[in-house]
């Protein structure tokens, strides 16, 4: 039964990823799914710190959804324009996540900027490792609050309140 339920998830997401490159190759792109996938990767990010907090405000700046989508709906986001959003998603990716972790982001970061030449062949790539690590973050998050009363934590958070 285990091997059915992962032949499934492989199916969907094959059909999903798939699903993102024809939106992205389609005349014209299917732009209002495509800054839909972008929304959600900023809503994921920011749903990571105070929502009334200048962090938050700052992530909402720095991924401007309609910008964004300007820039689709006139044809003139580019390979500098997928650039700076690879970089930008990592980079609060990197400073949200335990250090830890910092090698396996910076090689799926490595992974996406490596996805061949074409949007349709680079989007679903980016898709892909970007909500793989947020995943992993948000896993790592649920286990440290899920561990809070452990001794270990509570040094670790002792520690970390003396450094301030």
Same mark, same amino acid.
């Given at each position: 039964?285990?091997?059915i339920?992962?032949q499934?998830k492989?199916q969907f997401?094959?059909a999903?990823?798939?699903? /993102?490159?024809?939106?992205?190759s389609s005349?014209?792109?299917?732009?209002?799914?495509i800054v839909?996938?972008?929304?959600?990767?900023?809503?994921?990010i920011?749903?990571?710190?105070?929502?009334?907090?200048?962090t938050?405000?700052?992530?909402?700046e720095?991924f401007?959804?309609?910008?964004?989508?300007?820039?689709l709906?006139?044809?003139?986001f580019?390979?500098?324009?997928l650039?700076?959003?690879?970089?930008?998603?990592?980079k609060?990716i990197?400073?949200?996540?335990t250090?830890?972790?910092?090698?396996?982001?910076?090689?799926s970061?490595?992974?996406?900027?490596?996805?061949?030449?074409?949007m349709a062949? /680079?989007?679903p790539v980016?898709i892909?490792?970007v909500?793989?690590?947020?995943?992993?973050?948000d896993?790592?998050?649920?286990?440290?609050?899920d561990? /809070?009363e452990h001794p270990?934590v509570?040094?670790?958070?002792?520690r970390?309140?003396?450094?301030?």
């Amino acid at each position: 039964m285990e091997g059915i339920q992962q032949q499934i998830k492989e199916q969907f997401h094959k059909a999903f990823y798939d699903a /993102i490159a024809d939106a992205v190759s389609s005349e014209p792109p299917q732009v209002d799914y495509i800054v839909r996938l972008y929304t959600e990767i900023r809503d994921r990010i920011a749903s990571m710190v105070n929502p009334s907090g200048c962090t938050h405000q700052k992530i909402h700046e720095e991924f401007d959804v309609e910008f964004f989508e300007q820039l689709l709906r006139n044809n003139v986001f580019d390979g500098n324009s997928l650039l700076g959003l690879v970089n930008t998603t990592f980079k609060w990716i990197e400073m949200l996540q335990t250090p830890a972790r910092d090698a396996s982001t910076a090689e799926s970061r490595q992974r996406v900027l490596e996805a061949r030449t074409t949007m349709a062949e /680079i989007v679903p790539v980016y898709i892909k490792e970007v909500h793989t690590t947020l995943d992993t973050v948000d896993q790592d998050m649920k286990e440290f609050f899920d561990n /809070i009363e452990h001794p270990v934590v509570q040094e670790m958070l002792r520690r970390s309140l003396q450094k301030k």
